[in-house]
């Protein structure tokens, strides 16, 4: 069983799926935009091209003829993913998955239109004015995110009136590939947010990892801790609507499914159909498998007879501060790994501008989560760039 897997975006979470996938003895050919990037340094070989080019796009598959494809980012020509998966390679989870998730537009309106899951009231916006209009719908406060976008760019909150015009030129900004389209969605009054990484497979029941709490600045992860502790209905709701979505969409893979969770129950808020930000805590040995682990048995076929809750974890977010062309020193390592529950992941990205994610640290033992937290922050915290 060796199958050749063309990995379109070569980032961090890329950088372990080529690990992952290499240790079940695979090829893996990494795609980015930039020479260097962190998946390229383990893969087997490499490409840069701009992948809303759907002529370069065409030319990698055929030069490389993959038997499968792994998206790893939303900057993608993802239309040209039904006539790949016509041709007989494997689009991962599916060609109707990667186009649906990769806009925010067609994932929402299937699972609240399609399979009525419970979300926050929507709009879409196309100009400053629609954008004005969808906030008298949603009313104030509001979110306001770029139909597709990564990591949080050009999400923001809207307070007042005043703050509209500022939100749309900066969700313009933000926006990745060619759509220039807004959600905007009524404000949620949340206790807290979860990810509830979803594993869907070739043979085998929809599995489901212990919930993932974490929290945001910027609309990007800064920590995030497994188990996250909740209510057990809160968190069968959640699982049935992660359950249902997955299905319509269909294939095998492992799924970051976002809920915010209230006093009434879950409510369904995104998707990804891929290994997710805040599921690197399961770096931390939380869990039997890591999500990366998990999706590569997935994408394979290969079984996952249970996931198993090993000892409570957390991440903590280590960015750089500054713009730099060169790869940065790391200082504080020395002193992180004085503690026998602590790991340090760094992704090897070669230049840094302000709030990039660079690196991660983890914690993991028997404590209270909480406190695994604190202790996952302050090893991040130690960590310099130079």
């Not at 095998?252 to 599921?279: C, K, M, N």
Request: proline share 6%; charged share 20%; glycine share 8%.
């Amino acid at each position: 069983m060796k199958f050749k897997i063309l990995l379109l975006g070569a980032g961090e979470l890329g950088k372990e799926f080529v690990i992952a996938a290499q240790r079940y003895g695979q090829t893996i050919i990494a795609v980015d935009s930039y020479p260097g990037a962190p998946a390229m340094q383990v893969a087997d070989a490499f490409e840069v091209i701009n992948m809303l080019d759907g002529a370069a796009l065409d030319r990698v598959v055929a030069k490389h003829q993959p038997n499968i494809i792994v998206p790893e980012i939303e900057a993608i020509r993802t239309e040209q993913f039904y006539q790949y998966e016509a041709q007989g390679i494997q689009v991962v989870p599916s060609a109707k998955a990667a186009n649906y998730t990769m806009n925010r537009k067609a994932i929402r309106d299937l699972a609240a239109k399609d399979l009525g899951v419970r979300t926050a009231p929507y709009q879409y916006a196309t100009s400053l004015e629609e954008l004005k209009a969808g906030v008298a719908f949603c009313g104030l406060p509001c979110v306001v995110k770029p139909l597709m976008s990564s990591s949080g760019k050009g999400q923001s909150v809207i307070k007042t009136e005043a703050d509209i015009e500022r939100a749309w030129q900066y969700a313009m900004d933000g926006s990745r590939g060619d759509l220039k389209e807004v959600i905007v969605e009524g404000f949620i009054n949340f206790d807290y947010e979860i990810t509830l990484l979803t594993v869907t497979q070739k043979d085998g029941p929809t599995l489901f990892c212990p919930p993932i709490g974490h929290r945001q600045e910027r609309g990007d992860y800064q920590e995030s801790w497994q188990p996250m502790p909740m209510n057990a209905q809160h968190l069968a709701e959640a699982q049935e609507m992660a359950a249902k979505v997955t299905a319509a969409l269909g294939g095998a893979g492992i799924w970051g499914v976002e809920f915010f969770i209230t006093q009434e129950g879950a409510y369904f808020s995104e998707l990804s159909p891929r290994p997710h930000d805040t599921g690197m805590v399961t770096l931390a040995g939380s869990q039997n498998l890591n999500e990366f682990e998990l999706h590569a048995r997935a994408v394979l076929g290969l079984p996952i007879p249970q996931i198993e809750l090993k000892q409570n974890a957390a991440s903590a977010v280590v960015l750089a501060d500054t713009e730099s062309e060169d790869a940065p020193h790391f200082s504080g390592l020395d002193i992180v790994l004085q503690d026998p529950k602590a790991e340090v992941r760094i992704f090897g990205k070669p230049n840094t501008r302000p709030y990039r994610r660079m690196a991660v640290a983890l914690a993991f033992g028997q404590e209270p989560v909480e406190v695994i937290t604190e202790r996952a922050k302050a090893h991040a915290a130690q960590i310099k760039l130079s």
